[in-house]
């Protein structure tokens, strides 16, 4: 798997900023938010992209998806709402081979997405 800047943030190389880490996720701001909340959780045990949770024990997508909830409740999303967005490949538009699902909050969102 190629070292991706998510790599080098979960190692400390790359400053960002952190809004939760536990023993299964480390999650960080998003350098260029699209909403006033827009916070990229990555799972510690790498994947390249969602499509790769094919091949993944199903407990170690569900630590990462409670995580996300968490990350969500610790952002203090739950009573408006908010989404979570997971980009995949070249027509998903997905720019960092790790997998990261965006939580994006804090403004009403709209449907269908661009
Ligand atoms: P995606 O297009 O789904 O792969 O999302 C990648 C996201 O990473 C984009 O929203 C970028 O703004 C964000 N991003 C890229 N580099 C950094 C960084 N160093 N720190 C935080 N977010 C970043």
Do not use: C
């Amino acid at each position: 798997m190629e070292d991706t800047i998510f790599d080098k943030i979960l190692r400390r190389e790359i400053p960002a900023k952190i809004a939760y880490e536990d023993d299964h996720v480390l999650a960080f701001h998003d350098l260029h938010p699209q909403a006033p909340v827009h916070v990229l959780v990555i799972p510690k045990k790498k994947q390249p992209g969602i499509q790769a949770f094919s091949g993944a024990s199903s407990e170690d997508i569900g630590a990462y998806m409670v995580a996300v909830a968490k990350v969500a409740t610790h952002l203090g999303l739950d009573a408006a709402g908010y989404r979570v967005v997971f980009n995949q490949g070249k027509y998903g538009q997905q720019t960092v081979a790790y997998v990261h699902a965006h939580i994006l909050g804090g403004r009403q969102m709209e449907w269908p997405p661009g």
